[in-house]
Structure formats: C-alpha cells, structure tokens
Nanobody, 122 residues
Framework: QVQLGESGGGLVQPGGSLRLSCAASGQTFSLYAMGWFRQAPGKDREFVAAITRSSGATDYADSVKGRFTISRDNAKNTVYLQMNSLKPEDTAVYTC???????????????WGQGTQVTVSS
C-alpha cells in the first residue's frame, strides 16, 4: 500500500508561483510512476503532469506546459509540482497519484492523495 499526502497549496495572485509537494509512505516509492491531476468545481478531473519512476521522462498538459515542472526525489519519497506564472484558470484542487504506468489517464493510477487547494486570484 502507498499513502500520499499533498501540501503547499494556498492563495496566490495571478503571475505568482507555488510549489506543491506530495509525500509518500508505505510501499517502495521508486517503483511507481507519479502524476498530478486537478479538479475545479463543476469540472472533471484533468491531467496536469506525470513523471516516470526514474525521472527519465515527463509529460505535461498543453495548458501548463512551459509554466509547470514536475520532479521527484526518490530518496525523500516525494514528488513536486513547481507552478509558475499562475493564472486564475489554474484554480483547482490538485491531487497526486501513484501507478505502475506512466500515463495521462486517471485510471492508470491506483493510489491517490486527498488533494490540496490552489486558488489564483487578485
């Protein structure tokens, strides 16, 4: 079993930055690909970013490409999402997930955190 806990969300002005962290415990963290997803009120969950278990590859949604960076530190059992140039449309609950397959599909992930709120507003 893997337990995931996100932190780092909050209120930020447009153009600002936040760094989200997702700490994992339980089974060996390095065995899993990791993803970040987000969900705004009234919207479906959408893919944000993913990273392979060894950090050999990353993938980003077009809406965040060039602004967000996903990274991981397997020694610390932690995955990060650095968010720069934030826009109001980035407002959502951000959730990290772990799975066997590096993918944009939520169904590919089997362990999920509870999420952290990110609000971008002036």
């Amino acid at each position: 079993q893997v337990q995931l806990g996100e932190s780092g969300g909050g209120l930020v002005q447009p153009g600002g930055s936040l760094r989200l962290s997702c700490a994992a415990s339980g089974q060996t963290f390095s065995l899993y690909a990791m993803g970040w997803f987000r969900q705004a009120p009234g919207k479906d969950r959408e893919f944000v970013a993913a990273i392979t278990r060894s950090s050999g590859a990353t993938d980003y949604a077009d809406s965040v490409k060039g602004r967000f960076t996903i990274s991981r530190d397997n020694a610390k059992n932690t995955v990060y999402l650095q968010m720069n140039s934030l826009k109001p449309e980035d407002t959502a609950v951000y959730t990290c997930a772990a799975g066997v397959i590096y993918s944009r599909r939520p169904s590919s992930y089997v362990y999920w955190g509870q999420g952290t709120q990110v609000t971008v507003s002036s």
